[in-house]
């Protein structure tokens, strides 16, 4: 199954400090290519578990003693750890957002380039998806989802314009749905318009927000003193999160202070945000809108 090469993978294995002998986690498993780079730089006694919901990655599964890969969503990391018999791990690595191959497999509908049923499920077995939310939302739900996670300033034209549309006929597939947008795509940057449209459809559906923030929340008491956390976000909604949580273990607000005015935080912030390079950008696209963050737990 075509997978294509993992963004930044030098820099994000390099972020976790590997020991040989050491427990990690690969949140994000996809095509298998930052879990075959981190099992290169394991001994013997080092293990990696790996995290992938969409049934596609398990064909990718690496034949390893030393592997795992636990088909399911990483907003579970704790419990399905806990399951395998860890409590403790040395290093997390995420990467998030849709993979190339998501994008690639038209059927799929996360790519505006295709004509396809509208989808957009990382899981096969979820019940909500693209349709469900088109179709089904409520006006005011649906003008919330394009607004927060697309950041659209046209979101309630947007919400009032597929409201109309599906009274006339139910939104199946992309094509139609692409027609109904159409007043809103300006010349120039109907691509980008589409996108974040799709983006904000694509969020909702997987819940990625809420899953990304289930998730931070549990690394702190996964991680080993000394462990690394090493994640890659593709929009400024994810990475915003990353950022404040490594910052003050907070997703908003500030964190309470003692008399001194000091504050007790989780982790701590490993060197400067990694973007990918020219050659990086120009050899996969996808890398164009990564960062990578790397914290240590404290």
């Given at each position: 199954?075509?997978?294509?090469?993992?963004?930044?993978?030098?820099e994000?294995?390099?972020?976790?400090?590997?020991?040989?002998?050491?427990?990690?986690?690969?949140?994000?498993?996809?095509?298998?290519?930052?879990?075959?780079?981190?099992?290169?730089?394991?001994?013997?006694?080092?293990?990696?578990?790996?995290?992938?919901?969409?049934?596609?990655?398990?064909?990718?599964?690496?034949d390893?003693?030393?592997?795992?890969?636990?088909?399911?969503?990483?907003?579970?990391?704790?419990?399905?750890?806990?399951?395998?018999?860890?409590?403790?791990?040395?290093?997390?690595?995420?990467d998030?957002?849709?993979?190339?191959h998501?994008?690639?497999?038209?059927?799929?509908?996360?790519?505006?380039?295709?004509?396809?049923?509208?989808?957009?499920?990382m899981?096969?077995?979820?019940?909500?998806?693209?349709?469900?939310?088109?179709?089904?939302?409520?006006?005011?739900?649906?003008?919330?989802?394009?607004?927060?996670?697309?950041?659209?300033?046209?979101?309630?034209?947007?919400?009032?314009?597929?409201?109309?549309?599906?009274?006339?006929?139910?939104?199946?597939?992309?094509?139609?749905?692409?027609?109904?947008?159409?007043?809103?795509?300006?010349?120039?940057?109907?691509?980008?318009?589409?996108?974040?449209?799709?983006?904000?459809?694509?969020?909702?559906?997987?819940?990625?927000?809420?899953?990304?923030?289930?998730?931070?929340?549990?690394?702190?008491?996964?991680?080993?003193?000394?462990?690394?956390?090493?994640?890659?976000?593709?929009?400024?909604?994810?990475?915003?999160?990353?950022?404040?949580?490594?910052?003050?273990?907070?997703?908003?607000?500030?964190?309470?202070?003692?008399?001194?005015?000091?504050?007790?935080?989780?982790?701590?912030?490993?060197?400067?945000?990694?973007?990918?390079?020219?050659?990086e950008?120009?050899?996969?696209?996808?890398?164009?809108?990564?960062?990578?963050?790397?914290?240590?737990?404290?």
């Amino acid at each position: 199954m075509e997978y294509h090469n993992p963004v930044l993978l030098h820099e994000t294995v390099e972020g976790l400090n590997i020991k040989p002998d050491g427990v990690y986690v690969d949140v994000t498993f996809g095509g298998g290519g930052h879990s075959r780079e981190i099992l290169k730089r394991l001994g013997e006694g080092g293990r990696l578990y790996a995290f992938d919901q969409d049934q596609d990655a398990q064909q990718n599964s690496i034949d390893d003693d030393r592997f795992k890969l636990i088909p399911e969503n990483f907003r579970y990391i704790k419990r399905f750890l806990r399951f395998h018999g860890v409590k403790k791990v040395d290093g997390i690595l995420g990467d998030f957002g849709v993979s190339s191959h998501q994008f690639d497999v038209a059927e799929r509908g996360f790519s505006t380039r295709f004509e396809s049923d509208l989808d957009m499920r990382m899981n096969q077995n979820d019940t909500l998806s693209a349709y469900h939310v088109v179709n089904k939302y409520e006006e005011e739900a649906l003008r919330d989802v394009l607004l927060q996670y697309g950041e659209l300033r046209s979101a309630p034209k947007i919400a009032r314009t597929i409201i109309e549309a599906r009274e006339e006929a139910p939104i199946k597939t992309s094509e139609q749905f692409k027609k109904i947008l159409n007043p809103f795509l300006p010349k120039h940057r109907e691509h980008k318009v589409l996108a974040q449209v799709y983006q904000a459809i694509r969020i909702e559906v997987n819940q990625e927000i809420e899953v990304l923030k289930e998730f931070l929340m549990q690394t702190e008491a996964l991680l080993e003193t000394g462990g690394r956390l090493s994640l890659i976000s593709y929009h400024s909604l994810e990475d915003r999160l990353v950022k404040r949580y490594i910052r003050n273990g907070l997703f908003e607000g500030e964190p309470e202070k003692d008399m001194y005015g000091n504050f007790e935080v989780p982790f701590k912030k490993v060197g400067k945000l990694i973007v990918p390079d020219h050659k990086e950008i120009k050899e996969n696209n996808r890398a164009r809108s990564a960062k990578l963050r790397i914290a240590e737990c404290l």
